[in-house]
C-alpha cells in the first residue's frame, strides 16, 4: 500500500510558476512505481498532465504541457515534482498524482492503483 499526499497548489497569476510535490508513505517506497500527474476542471474528466518511469529515465507529457512542466523524482525522498511554468488560466484545475508499480508507464487514470488527494491550483487571468 503506497499513500500519496500532494502539496505546492495555490493561486497565481497567469505567467507565474508552481511547484507540486507528491510525497509517498507507507510500506512501499515509490521507486518501485511509476508516478503520475492528472488534473480536473470543474465539470471535466480527470486528463493526463504527465508521468516519469521508474528511476525518472522517461517522461512524458501532453500536449497542453509540453515544453511549460516539468516532472521530476527524488526517491530518496519518496517524492515526484511537478514543475509548472508559463502558467494559463486553462491549467485552473485540482491536482493528483497517481502511482503504479509497473515498468510501463500508464497515461490514462484507469491502470494507476494508489491516488492522493489532490491540490487545488487556480490561475488568474
Known amino acids: 500500500q503506497v499513500q500519496l499526499v500532494e502539496s505546492g497548489g495555490g493561486l497565481v497569476q497567469a505567467g507565474a510558476s508552481l511547484r507540486l510535490s507528491c510525497v509517498a508513505s507507507g510500506r512501499r517506497t515509490l521507486s518501485n512505481h511509476a508516478v503520475g500527474w492528472f488534473r480536473q476542471g470543474p465539470g471535466k474528466e480527470r486528463d493526463f498532465v504527465a508521468a516519469?518511469?521508474?528511476?525518472?529515465?522517461?517522461?512524458y507529457y501532453s500536449d497542453s504541457v509540453k515544453g511549460r512542466f516539468t516532472i521530476s523524482r527524488d526517491d530518496a525522498k519518496d517524492t515526484v515534482y511537478l514543475q509548472m511554468s508559463s502558467l494559463k488560466s486553462e491549467d485552473t484545475a485540482v491536482y493528483y498524482c497517481?502511482?503504479?508499480?509497473?515498468?510501463?508507464?500508464?497515461?490514462?487514470?484507469?491502470?494507476?492503483?494508489?491516488w492522493g488527494q489532490g491540490t487545488q491550483v487556480t490561475v488568474s487571468s
Open positions: 516519469i518511469s521508474r528511476g525518472g529515465t522517461n517522461t
Open positions: 497517481a502511482a503504479k508499480s509497473a515498468v510501463v508507464v500508464p497515461k490514462t487514470v484507469a491502470p494507476y492503483d494508489f
